[in-house]
């Protein structure tokens, strides 16, 4: 018989019973429908945390710590990084690019009588740190000193506005006591007055009490807090860290071990996101197998359907064997009209979810206006074609033992059958 014959047979066979097929197919639409919305809330879930892991920062990235790899808190063991050290970094393979970073003590920036506690940042001109976050004037550039990029919030203390803050000179008092919140502690040194022209504001989300200036500016003061000289600094206590930037994103794991093997603790955004892909990658078999058990009943039910079909059709396939259907046209036809339970069922299911998780997203959105996530239900066309086929294997599974049986059947035996 030709396949369009078999076909239409299997179509008009489906629509015989109409209330079974529609019971049957309906339990496949469920199952279907569930992995759909478990998946696409993982995906979103997924996509929601890279969002936000990319909005901290450069995937490119590498920051070096002073310290040994491996350890943490107080089992840390100090490192010392001097120009050396920077040396080494620089001839690691797939390095675009190293940035010194020296935190001088915790100060105030005294303005109209009110003090600001700040944490001197010293960086060089372009350092990863020092980029796209601006709210009014610069960043800093090779051969400044005495200048300074301040957060958002310190600005408005300077000045009304951010972008007033920008020209105006301010005193940064390194040394001494500083406040903390209503808490007023002892710093360290002899206080230090240092006169800074401001050239930029950032957005204080970044940070709200770093101020960043000039890497020897932040090396001078130092020294001078601790009664030494820069370069004596720079070889004893060495950089509080560095930023290694990768020419690609994909090297970032390879140079991480490098830093490591030289003996020092490393730390970069990509190796998150790793660990990240990892989990959801986890969770999200774990709610697809949720939704594949929904699947299983639904085999269990398409199985019985079709079982329950060939026993009501026994004498048909006894008929259509005697006037020459060849067994495996008897099995094409019930295979096909599990198939159709597997199509229609998944199709709907499709729908069934696509609609459920955007009625969810609506609601959550509604009861928190404030917040603005990315889609939270996401349903791309590698989920959609899998769950159609996914659907269509299980009928296909379900339905091919009753196909097999029908194939089988003697046509005499099938002719005699009452």
């Given at each position: 018989m030709r396949a369009s014959d078999l076909l239409a047979m299997s179509l008009g066979n489906y629509t015989r019973a109409r209330l079974r097929s529609a019971l049957t197919t309906a339990g496949v639409a469920i199952g279907t429908a569930l992995v759909v919305l478990l998946i696409a809330l993982a995906t979103g879930a997924e996509n929601n945390v890279r969002r936000s892991i990319f909005s901290i920062g450069d995937l490119r990235l590498v920051t070096v710590q002073p310290f040994q790899p491996g350890a943490s808190g107080l089992s840390a063991v100090p490192r010392t990084i001097t120009d050396d050290t920077v040396t080494q970094f620089k001839r690691i393979a797939h390095v675009d690019g190293v940035y010194r970073?020296?935190?001088?003590?915790?100060?105030?920036?005294?303005?109209?009588?009110?003090?600001?506690?700040?944490?001197?940042?010293?960086?060089?001109?372009?350092?990863?740190?020092?980029?796209?976050?601006?709210?009014?004037?610069?960043?800093?550039?090779?051969?400044?000193?005495?200048?300074?990029?301040?957060?958002?919030?310190?600005?408005?203390?300077?000045?009304?506005?951010?972008?007033?803050?920008?020209?105006?000179?301010?005193?940064?008092?390194?040394?001494?006591?500083?406040?903390?919140?209503?808490?007023?502690?002892?710093?360290?040194?002899?206080?230090?007055?240092?006169?800074?022209?401001?050239?930029?504001?950032?957005?204080?989300?970044?940070?709200?009490?770093?101020?960043?200036?000039?890497?020897?500016?932040?090396?001078?003061?130092?020294?001078?807090?601790?009664?030494?000289?820069?370069?004596?600094?720079?070889?004893?206590?060495?950089?509080?860290?560095?930023?290694?930037?990768?020419?690609?994103?994909?090297?970032?794991?390879?140079?991480?071990?490098?830093?490591?093997?030289?003996g020092f603790s490393s730390f970069s955004l990509k190796q998150v996101v790793e660990q990240i892909d990892q989990g959801f990658g986890v969770f999200r078999g774990i709610l697809a197998g949720i939704g594949g058990v929904a699947l299983l009943v639904a085999a269990i039910g398409i199985a019985n359907t079709m079982v329950m079909s060939v026993l009501e059709r026994t004498r048909e396939i006894g008929i259509m064997k005697a006037v020459g259907a060849a067994p495996r046209d008897i099995r094409t036809l019930f295979l096909a009209e599990a198939a159709y339970v597997g199509l229609f069922g998944g199709i709907l299911g499709l729908a069934l979810g696509v609609g459920g998780g955007q009625v969810i997203e609506r609601i959550i959105r509604d009861l928190n206006p404030r917040a603005n996530p990315a889609a939270i239900f996401v349903v791309g066309p590698d989920l959609a074609l899998g769950a159609l086929a996914l659907a269509l294997v299980v009928a296909l599974v379900a339905g091919f033992l009753p196909a097999r049986r029908a194939m089988r059947m003697s046509a005499l035996s099938a002719l005699r059958y009452e």
């Open positions: 970073q020296f935190d001088a003590p915790l100060g105030t920036v005294v303005e109209g009588g009110e003090d600001a506690t700040i944490r001197p940042q010293g960086i060089e001109p372009g350092a990863p740190v020092d980029r796209g976050d601006l709210l009014a004037g610069r960043h800093l550039a090779v051969g400044d000193r005495a200048v300074a990029i301040v957060p958002g919030n310190l600005a408005r203390i300077i000045a009304p506005s951010a972008g007033g803050a920008v020209g105006k000179r301010v005193t940064m008092r390194i040394g001494g006591a500083v406040k903390l919140g209503s808490t007023r502690i002892g710093g360290s040194g002899t206080p230090r007055d240092y006169a800074l022209t401001i050239v930029g504001v950032f957005d204080e989300q970044a940070s709200q009490t770093s101020m960043r200036i000039p890497l020897e500016d932040a090396l001078a003061a130092g020294a001078e807090n601790r009664g030494l000289t820069p370069d004596a600094l720079r070889q004893g206590t060495g950089y509080s860290g560095i930023a290694i930037e990768a020419d690609d994103s994909q090297n970032v794991a390879g140079i991480v071990r490098s830093v490591q093997e030289l």
